[in-house]
């Protein structure tokens, strides 16, 4: 039986073969399962070291108010606000993501106020509320869901870094190697039989959010 990407997975079947150099028509199904497992490897081993979800999905979360004109989503790039609600049921509509949607963040001229309960003898507020729920959606179209209507959205360099992973372990695995560290997670186990070049470190990094 033929292994599934995950929904996570970054590339597709038939490209990554394309890239190493296999007939994705006539590839043997067991040389099919061990790329999709290294894909799905790869994909994840990107996602936990950046912080993030890259596939474009809905959430909802709650938000302390920064008390800036600036609120920090948790995934970005934002794609649509759908709703900003206060814990009142009442909802805030005069926010603006027309500059700042790619860093996830999301700008009110008025700023976000801060909501919580106060202590001490000067009354300051300590105990911050999450008072602001968020619904929106964030992320990119991957390969692997790309429509006709809505094509993908990827960008194209982190696509290649997977690539560039799978093909590195599958040639290293085909050979022979040993590996000398382990990363796992759930149950997806990832053997470094070599550190990652500097050019995929770079651009793994350059997907890590620095600051806000």
């Keep these: 039986m033929e292994k599934q990407l995950r929904e996570n997975a970054l590339t597709t079947k038939e490209d990554m073969l394309e890239f190493m150099g296999m007939d994705p028509q006539n590839t043997p199904e067991r040389v099919s399962n061990n790329v999709i497992r290294l894909i799905n490897a790869a994909s994840s081993y990107i996602e936990i070291i950046t912080g993030r979800s890259f596939r474009k999905q809905t ?26 609600r206060r814990d009142d049921g009442s909802r805030i509509t005069d926010y603006d993501i027309t500059h700042t949607s790619k860093y996830g963040v999301v700008f009110r001229d008025q700023g976000w106020a ?11 507020i300590r105990l911050g509320s999450r008072y602001l729920t968020v619904t929106y959606t964030a992320g990119y179209v991957l390969p692997k869901d790309a429509t006709k209507e809505e094509p993908e959205t990827l960008p194209y360099d982190l696509q290649m870094i997977v690539w560039q992973i799978v093909q590195q372990q599958w040639g290293l695995s085909k050979y022979g190697a040993n590996g000398l560290s382990a990363f796992s997670i759930s149950d997806i186990s990832w053997t470094f039989d070599k550190e990652l070049g500097s050019q995929v470190q770079d651009i793994i990094n350059s997907y890590k959010r620095i600051g806000c």
């Design 59 to 84: 959430y909802t979360e709650q938000y302390f108010a920064s008390g800036y004109q600036e609120l920090c989503l948790n995934q970005y790039p934002i794609t649509q606000i759908i709703e900003i």
């Design 114 to 124: 801060v909501k919580g309960y106060r202590q001490g003898l000067a009354d300051d």
